[in-house]
C-alpha cells in the first residue's frame, strides 16, 4: 500500500494475485510484465502510476487504475481491464480482450481485437503533479530518469 515507489534499473515482473494500493509509483527502467490476477490502484480518484522505459506486458486478468507512460518499442495488454490515462511512444501496441475505459494516446498505430474496447471515462486528476510529458519534461518527473 501507498504511497511509495517500486524502482528498478533492470526488468520488472509482477505476477500471482498480487494487490498494490494507490499512490504507489512503478518505474520500471527495464521491461515490465505484469501477469496472474494482479491489481494496480483502487480507483480512478486513487490510483497509481507505471512508467516503463522498455517493453510493457500487461495481462492475465490484470486491472489498473491511473496514469501509464509507456515508452519501450512494444505495449501489449491481453486479458487487461485499464481505468485512466495511458500514453504509449511503443511502435507496437496490441490490445486482446482488453477494456480501457478513459483515455489511451498511442505516438504509433493500435491493432486491438474485436474483443476489447476503448471507452470515454474519468480521468486521474495529475494537476500539479511531476508525472510529466514530453516535451515538457518536469524537472524530478518520471520522463527525467
Do not use: W
Not at 69 to 85: K, V
Not at 103 to 119: E, F, H, P, Q, R
Not at 126 to 132: Q, S, V
Amino acid at each position: 500500500n501507498g504511497p511509495g515507489v517500486v524502482m528498478t534499473n533492470g526488468d520488472l515482473t509482477i505476477s500471482g494475485n498480487s494487490t498494490i494500493g494507490p499512490d504507489v509509483k512503478i518505474i520500471s527502467g527495464g521491461n515490465l510484465t505484469v501477469s496472474g490476477n494482479v491489481t494496480i490502484g483502487s480507483s480512478v480518484e486513487n490510483y497509481s502510476i507505471i512508467y516503463c522505459k522498455n517493453n510493457l506486458n500487461l495481462g492475465s486478468n490484470t486491472t489498473f487504475y491511473g496514469v501509464l507512460i509507456g515508452r519501450g518499442s512494444s505495449s501489449i495488454f491481453s486479458n487487461a481491464n485499464l481505468y485512466g490515462a495511458s500514453y504509449l511512444e511503443s511502435q507496437t501496441v496490441s490490445m486482446s480482450n482488453t477494456s480501457v475505459v478513459g483515455s489511451l494516446v498511442s505516438k504509433y498505430s493500435l491493432v486491438m481485437d474485436g474483443a476489447s474496447s476503448i471507452t470515454k471515462g474519468n480521468l486521474p486528476d495529475i494537476f500539479g503533479t511531476n508525472i510529466g510529458f514530453n516535451p515538457s519534461v518536469l524537472p524530478g518527473s518520471h520522463l527525467e530518469y
